[in-house]
């Protein structure tokens, strides 16, 4: 292919760097250069054969609709993820598609995003093992994987041009670091760019995250892809490190990529770079092959069961088949199963949850709808009906959730409420005295604590892909008991979540006001109450944790902990816990979360197993992002590894000593009075400098006295040697400071 490279002219090497279509690469025949097709994703293939869009208004092939990302992070099994996305791998493939645009790894800074349903976790270590995971399968059936919006794209609201104002510890602690797993262990062939600004600059065409953080530090050594029509300036997107624009400008920005080559403002090595990457996904692709949509189906299935999260339950649950069960709630037969933009796809085939039940239950369960989609309350007779059917019935089974239009790739929700036709119905259900069990239907968090009383059991469904219906029903009827943990806190109030002064922002700019305190390391910090904390989810069985240990070995870069707890099942049924492993670690520098999670392992026991559960943590599972020094740094003292249930249920802790080298701050005579006391001998030397005359009378300059060192402390020692008094000669700064560094080495 070199030779061939080698011959092409620069309008070809520029046109291999943009789409030919919406979809496709640019074809070079004569250099045996093939054209490549990339779809959307992330939970099934959105492959369009005409009339193209990238917002899934327009018609795609059936394809098997998994459980959208808010399910399968809720899923907290990366072998199980790994499946779908080797499943969604042989799908692209029989479809002609050799790149399949997802997993979406973005955080769920605020529960109001509108494409929430389409990302995993408020937690970059969930988020990153995760979407490895779906990245891994993916690429295991040679088709490429692209995980998206590369970065800080945590809003739909005016989301091609807003600028996202975060400091670089927060991108580095919270946004960056399920790219940084996805990218160094899972390799995939292709990242996304966001639309947004980070900080002024398109990620488009922001240097420092394509180039410096993503290719130097991180070693990405595939194609960096646009989002569509996130791509701004094309000669300037370039220079940043993005390959290949998205979706084709029908040569218009070639042309301005071959005139800046012309005129010599861009170097043509960085365009036969970015071509050249491009011919090498285009060479990577295996082709064809086919599914069968019945295996893919029971797949989908299997996956929905085991992402369902059991909020609450007073034992109501697992339903007996013969038991007096009614069902309400249009949602049971009209399923909410995916999100809406361009992850909608055309599924194989729909399971509504209400003939499932039956299906189960071996008998036609009495249904009324309750409520209209459309949310409109001016239909008390529905309300009335199934006050009838409820009365009738020992338990019954009410079904809720989010409408379609509530949620959107595009725009943000502007509250977390259930439409109010629906809690009014469940009023009217509850008041009968019929035991309530609710099942939710919804790609972001809704909020809960002004209803979930009424209800006997909560079972947040999510959006839980075409086999959702059926998955519910083997939930409901304990044919599978459910082990899905929550990945996002679900609050109390809208008012609590950290980014609700700053969501979606002012006109232009959104700022990260919160820091590093997103999701619960802002819930936790402040000891606030939420209605379901981040990691809880039930099981029809309980587990026991006994015997935490850790191994600490090594001293800085190369500290270890060897960490294992042993679970059991206690119950009498079969099950699966998620065991989550929490650090805390201290600093005297940073404010830092109270725990943050660092492991997780989903384990499945009969009752009465035992089994033993290992965590391998390393010097990075402790460390922070120093703002100044801009490096990863761990503090020396006492770290706590916690393991449990969920993120507030803390079944056994464990201190652990940092041998950690601490870092000595090095001093200049721009740095502050008191970091120059601070360094062991510091003091010294400036008693000895900062000596007054013998006829002042004075023993020391006023400025070293206790009270002055406080009050004076911030003041710049360069600018100190100007106040009378001080006694500092500015000429000896640099000196001094050597001396005193030199002290402070060991
Ligand atoms: C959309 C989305 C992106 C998708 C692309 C192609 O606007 O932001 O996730 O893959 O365009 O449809």
Request: aromatic share 6%.
């Given at each position: 292919m070199n030779d061939a490279f080698d011959r092409l002219t620069i309008a070809e090497r520029a046109s291999?760097?943009?789409?030919?279509?919406?979809?496709r690469t640019q074809a070079i025949d004569r250099a045996g250069i093939p054209s490549i097709t990339l779809s959307d994703g992330p939970h099934g293939l959105r492959r369009?054969?005409?009339?193209?869009?990238?917002?899934?208004v327009g018609h795609s092939l059936p394809a098997t609709c998994f459980p959208p990302a808010v399910a399968l992070g809720s899923s907290w099994d990366p072998g199980l993820v790994q499946r779908v996305g080797s499943a969604l791998g042989v799908e692209a493939r029989s479809m002609d598609?050799?790149?399949?645009?997802?997993?979406?790894?973005?955080?769920?800074?605020?529960?109001?995003?509108?494409?929430?349903?389409e990302y995993l976790s408020e937690d970059p270590h969930l988020s990153g093992v995760l979407g490895a995971a779906l990245v891994e399968g993916i690429q295991s059936e040679g088709v490429g994987a692209c995980p998206k919006h590369?970065?800080?794209?945590?809003?739909?609201?005016?989301r091609l041009r807003v600028s996202v104002e975060v400091d670089e510890r927060t991108l580095r602690e919270i946004y960056l670091p399920a790219f940084e797993h996805v990218v160094t262990?899972?390799?995939?062939w292709l990242v996304m760019c966001a639309y947004n600004r980070v900080n002024g600059v398109y990620a488009s065409q922001h240097r420092w995250l394509l180039?410096?953080?993503?290719?130097?530090?991180?070693?990405f050594a595939g194609v960096v892809v646009?989002?569509?029509?996130?791509?701004?300036d094309r000669v300037e997107a370039l220079r940043a490190g993005l390959d290949l624009e998205m979706p084709t400008s029908g040569g218009a920005t070639d042309g301005q990529l071959v005139a800046a080559v012309q005129d010599g403002t861009l170097d043509p090595a960085l365009l036969d770079q970015a071509a050249r990457r491009v011919v090498h996904l285009a060479g990577r692709a295996v082709i064809g092959g086919a599914f069968d949509a019945g295996d893919h189906h029971r797949l989908a299935r299997e996956v929905a069961a085991q992402c369902?999260?059991?909020?609450?339950?007073?034992?109501?649950?697992?339903?007996?088949?013969?038991?007096?069960i009614a069902v309400v709630g249009e949602l049971a037969r009209t399923p909410r199963y995916q999100g809406a933009g361009s992850s909608q796809i055309v599924p194989t085939r729909l399971d509504d949850a209400l003939s499932e039940l039956r299906a189960l239950a071996g008998r036609d369960l009495p249904f009324a709808p309750g409520y209209p989609l459309d949310g409109d309350?001016?239909?008390p007779g529905l309300v009335k009906e199934a006050r009838g059917i409820a009365r009738n019935a020992d338990t019954t089974v009410v079904f809720l959730g989010l409408p379609?239009?509530?949620?959107?790739?595009g725009y943000d929700r502007t509250g977390l409420d259930l439409p109010p036709g629906q809690v009014d119905l469940l009023r009217a259900v509850a008041e009968t005295g019929t035991r309530v069990v609710v099942v939710l239907s919804n790609g972001g968090v809704v909020q809960v604590a002004e209803w979930d009383?009424?209800?006997?059991a909560v079972l947040e469904g999510w959006l839980l892909g075409q086999a959702g219906g059926g998955a519910l029903a083997d939930v409901l009827f304990g044919v599978v008991n459910p082990s899905g943990r929550l990945a996002e806190t679900i609050p109390?109030?809208?008012?609590?979540?950290?980014s609700y002064l700053n969501f979606p922002g002012d006109p232009g700019s959104v700022r990260y006001g919160e820091g590093v305190f997103v999701g619960y390391r802002y819930h936790d910090a402040v000891g606030g109450p939420v209605s379901y904390p981040f990691g809880h989810g039930l099981s029809y069985t309980e587990f026991g944790y006994a015997h935490l240990e850790a191994d600490v070995t090594g001293d800085d870069e190369r500290l270890r902990a060897e960490v294992s707890v042993r679970i059991t099942n206690l119950g009498e049924r079969p099950g699966q816990e998620v065991v989550q492993l929490y650090v805390s670690a201290p600093s005297q520098v940073v404010r830092r979360p109270e725990h943050e999670l660092r492991g997780f392992r989903k384990v499945a026991l009969d009752p009465g197993q035992s089994a033993t559960v290992r965590f391998e943590l390393g010097w990075r599972d402790f460390a922070y992002f120093?703002?100044?020094?801009?490096s990863w740094t761990v503090e020396p003292g006492t770290a706590v590894i916690h393991v449990g249930g969920s993120s507030r249920d803390i079944r056994q802790s464990l201190l652990v000593k940092l041998d950690i080298t601490p870092v000595r701050e090095r001093v200049t005579p721009d740095s502050p009075l008191e970091e120059w006391v601070a360094v062991p001998g510091g003091l010294e030397v400036l008693l000895r400098e900062m000596r007054p005359p013998a006829?002042?009378?004075?023993?020391?300059?006023?400025?070293?006295?206790d009270g002055s060192l406080r009050t004076?402390?911030?003041?710049p020692l360069r600018r100190l040697a100007?106040?009378?008094?001080?006694?500092?000669?500015?000429?000896?700064l640099d000196e001094l400071a050597a001396e005193v560094n030199a002290k402070a080495q060991p």
């Open positions: 291999l760097t943009s789409g030919s279509s919406m979809w369009q054969p005409d009339g193209a869009d990238h917002l899934g598609v050799q790149v399949l645009l997802g997993p979406g790894i973005n955080i769920k800074r605020s529960p109001l995003c509108g494409r929430n349903f590369f970065a800080v794209n945590n809003q739909e609201t005016d262990s899972a390799e995939p180039t410096e953080v993503l290719r130097e530090e991180w070693g646009s989002d569509w029509g996130a791509v701004s369902a999260v059991l909020l609450k339950n007073d034992g109501v649950l697992p339903l007996d088949r013969d038991g007096s309350r001016s239909a379609a239009g509530a949620e959107s790739e009383h009424l209800a006997a109390l109030r809208l008012a609590d979540t950290p120093h703002p100044v020094r801009r006829e002042t009378g004075l023993a020391r300059s006023r400025f070293l006295t004076m402390g911030s003041v100007r106040f009378p008094g001080a006694y500092l000669d500015p000429d000896r």
